[in-house]
């Protein structure tokens, strides 16, 4: 999810690695996973199901959502994107072989999703869980604001849809 200079190197590797990590993992990653992971690539917002749905139909063959979730499931169990509770949709994951809890910067004018490590925050949240008897089973922390080009550009939150 870092912005890179060449966006489309940036989604061949994306891809070739998720093509390692499902080969030394003993998984597939069918044609179909592969597609929705591109498409999850193709820019550095959330991307909803049903857009990825949308996407992906043509004019002679429509997926079916069953279908889409079934992909981002396992896309999700094998760390390649993330989910965003928030907004109910997905970006790929910028280092899909460490397994860990993501930590995303979503801005809310221009979309734009940032993932980075803040090892602080989970230590916060364990001691804060332990004094109350509460074990975590899974967490992503999601923090909304604006990025540095929309903050510099002077710009407000764009409308909720």
């Not at 994951?93 to 460490?98: I, K, R, S, T």
């Not at 940032?114 to 109350?132: F, G, I, K, N, S």
């Not at 975590?136 to 604001?145: M, N, P, Q």
Request: hydrophobic share 35%; with cysteine.
């Amino acid at each position: 999810m870092n912005r890179c200079s060449n966006h489309q190197q940036c989604i061949a590797d994306a891809l070739a690695q998720a093509e390692q990590l499902c080969r030394e993992r003993g998984v597939r990653l069918t044609p179909l996973r592969r597609q929705v992971l591109e498409a999850i690539w193709r820019s550095h917002e959330a991307v909803k199901a049903y857009a990825l749905m949308h996407a992906l139909s043509s004019e002679d063959h429509t997926i079916k959502p069953p279908t889409i979730y079934r992909s981002l499931e396992f896309l999700l169990e094998q760390g390649l994107i993330h989910r965003i509770e928030s907004l109910n949709a997905y970006v790929g994951c910028d280092h899909p072989a460490d397994r860990h809890e993501p930590q995303l910067l979503i801005c809310d004018r221009c979309g734009h999703v940032q993932e980075v490590a803040a090892p602080d925050t989970h230590q916060a949240l364990d001691t804060a869980a332990r004094a109350v008897d509460f074990h975590i089973d899974r967490r992503t922390v999601e923090v909304h604001g604006l990025c540095r080009r929309c903050s510099e550009d002077g710009g407000k939150p764009k409308d909720p849809d």
